[in-house]
Nanobody, 116 residues
Framework: HVQLVESGGGLVQPGGSLRLSCAAS????????MTWFRQAPGKEREGVAA???????RYDASVEGRFTISKDNAKNTAYLRMNSLKSEDTALYFC???????????WGQGTQVTVS
């Protein structure tokens, strides 16, 4: 049974920072692509960042230079470090995993990030 559990969200002032965590169980994340998505009220879900099994990272243009995705294979956990947060970053943040960004089979329940 694969499970992804996000944590680390909260309320932060503009310009502040947060680090989200995505703890995985039931899979070995070293072999998978780990991704972060977000969905703001009234908006569609959008991809934020991804880290491939080989460590290659990709970011949406809206967060590049401010957010950093990483993973600790020994802890089976992925992270999203968010700096210089803006009000438009307010959303429910999800992690997801699969063999590639195009094939994400497992999703977490999300953690709320509010920038205000």
């Amino acid at each position: 049974h694969v499970q992804l559990v996000e944590s680390g969200g909260g309320l932060v002032q503009p310009g502040g920072s947060l680090r989200l965590s995505c703890a995985a169980s039931g899979i070995d994340i070293s072999a998978y692509c780990m991704t972060w998505f977000r969905q703001a009220p009234g908006k569609e879900r959008e991809g934020v960042a991804a880290i491939e099994a080989d460590g290659i990272t990709r970011y949406d243009a809206s967060v590049e230079g401010r957010f950093t995705i990483s993973k600790d294979n020994a802890k089976n956990t992925a992270y999203l470090r968010m700096n210089s947060l803006k009000s438009e970053d307010t959303a429910l943040y999800f992690c997801a995993t699969g063999s590639s960004v195009a094939e994400l089979n497992y999703w977490g329940q999300g953690t709320q990030v509010t920038v205000s």
